[in-house]
Structures are given as structure tokens and as C-alpha cells.
């Protein structure tokens, strides 16, 4: 069964950074599979912050909103199974609650969040201005 865990939200105030972290288990895969970052902010829909496609052997180049090019940067640490999210000058437009989540095996990145069928279960980023 695919587990994921998200991690490291809190507070910042605006242009302070933060990084959050998925942890993903028992997914077994044979070719590759897609890993996102989405967010969704109160009284919004949810929307996609980053995501790229990870085999065995490497991973694809990540892709990101238009809101967080150049401010967000996602990678991957293999050795831990962990996807990290470093977002750095936050603002107040940032605050959402932010999941991760994985996409089916052999499947290319989805744009729709209702496409990934495993989720983590959410972590709050508040910016303050």
C-alpha cells in the first residue's frame, strides 16, 4: 500500500523560506511514476506547485506553476525516498495547506490533481506580510 507523509509547514513571515518534505513508501513500480506538490488555499481549488517523473535510475526535470518558477525548487533525496519542496521568498499568496502526492506507475505527469490516486495527508504553510 503507497503511504505518503508530508511534512514541514509552519509559519514564516513573508520573504522567509521553508522546505517541505514527502516520505513515500511501499509503492512498487515497474517503470516510472509522477510525484507532485499541489496546495489549496481556503475557498480556492486545489493546484498543482511542481511535479516530475522518478525511475530507478534518475528523475525528469521538474515543472512548476507560473506563480512559483524561480522561487520554488523540488528534488529528490533517493537515499530516503523523500521528495523535498524549498520554497524560498514566500509571500502571502503562498499560504495554503500543501499535499503530495503520486501518480500511477507509468504514467507521465498529470496536470489534474483528481488524476493522482495516493495523497499525503497535508501540511499548513502561513506567510505573514
Known amino acids: 500500500q503507497v503511504h505518503l507523509v508530508a511534512s514541514g509547514g509552519g509559519s514564516v513571515q513573508a520573504g522567509g523560506s521553508l522546505t517541505l518534505s514527502c516520505s513515500v513508501s511501499?509503492?512498487?513500480?515497474?517503470?516510472?511514476?509522477?510525484m507532485g506538490w499541489f496546495r489549496q488555499a481556503p475557498g480556492k481549488e486545489r493546484e498543482r506547485v511542481a511535479s516530475?517523473?522518478?525511475?530507478?535510475?534518475?528523475?525528469?526535470?521538474?515543472t512548476y506553476a507560473d506563480s512559483v518558477k524561480g522561487r520554488f525548487t523540488v528534488s529528490q533525496d533517493n537515499g530516503k525516498n523523500t521528495l523535498n519542496l524549498q520554497m524560498n521568498n514566500l509571500t502571502s499568496h503562498d499560504t495554503a495547506m500543501y499535499y503530495c502526492?503520486?501518480?500511477?506507475?507509468?504514467?507521465?505527469?498529470?496536470?489534474?490533481?483528481?488524476?493522482?490516486?495516493?495523497w499525503g495527508q497535508g501540511t499548513q504553510v502561513t506567510v505573514s506580510s
Open positions: 511501499g509503492y512498487t513500480y515497474s517503470r516510472w511514476y509522477c
Open positions: 502526492a503520486a501518480g500511477r506507475d507509468g504514467y507521465l505527469c498529470p496536470l489534474s490533481p483528481s488524476a493522482f490516486p495516493y
Open positions: 516530475l517523473e522518478i525511475s530507478r535510475t534518475s528523475t525528469s526535470t521538474p
